[in-house]
Nanobody, 128 residues
Framework: QVQVVESGGGLVQAGGSLNLSCTVS????????MGWFRQAPGKEREGLSC????????SYADSVKGRFTISRDTRKNTLYFEMNSLKPEDTAMYYC?????????????????????WGQGTQVTVSS
């Protein structure tokens, strides 16, 4: 049984930082590319970042490029998301997920449909 648990969300002022974590069990973590996503109320889930199984390849959505950094620790089966220079528009529920049967990230973007094994999410709220 695959379990995905996100943590690290919270309330922060604009310009602040948060570090999210995502712990995965029940699958061979090192075999999968991993991604971070977010969903704000009334909006579709948005792909933010992807990291390959070796960490050699990383991709970011334009909305977070230069502010957020994805990383992973295979020994700990954990995915990380360092978020800096946060803005009120970053307020959302944040999720991580494993890419379906793929160890690398797609060159054509970070699509929700390419990912499976979702966690419950962790809420990030940025006040102005």
């Amino acid at each position: 049984q695959v379990q995905v648990v996100e943590s690290g969300g919270g309330l922060v002022q604009a310009g602040g930082s948060l570090n999210l974590s995502c712990t995965v069990s029940g699958l061979y973590f090192y075999n999968y590319a991993m991604g971070w996503f977010r969903q704000a109320p009334g909006k579709e889930r948005e792909g933010l970042s992807c990291i390959s199984w070796t960490s050699h390849s990383k991709s970011y959505a334009d909305s977070v490029k230069g502010r957020f950094t994805i990383s992973r620790d295979t020994r700990k089966n954990t995915l990380y998301f360092e978020m800096n220079s946060l803005k009120p528009e970053d307020t959302a529920m944040y999720y991580c997920a494993a890419r379906r049967a793929a160890a690398s990230c797609s060159s054509s973007g970070i699509s929700v449909s390419d990912f499976a094994y979702w966690g419950q999410g962790t809420q990030v709220t940025v006040s102005s």
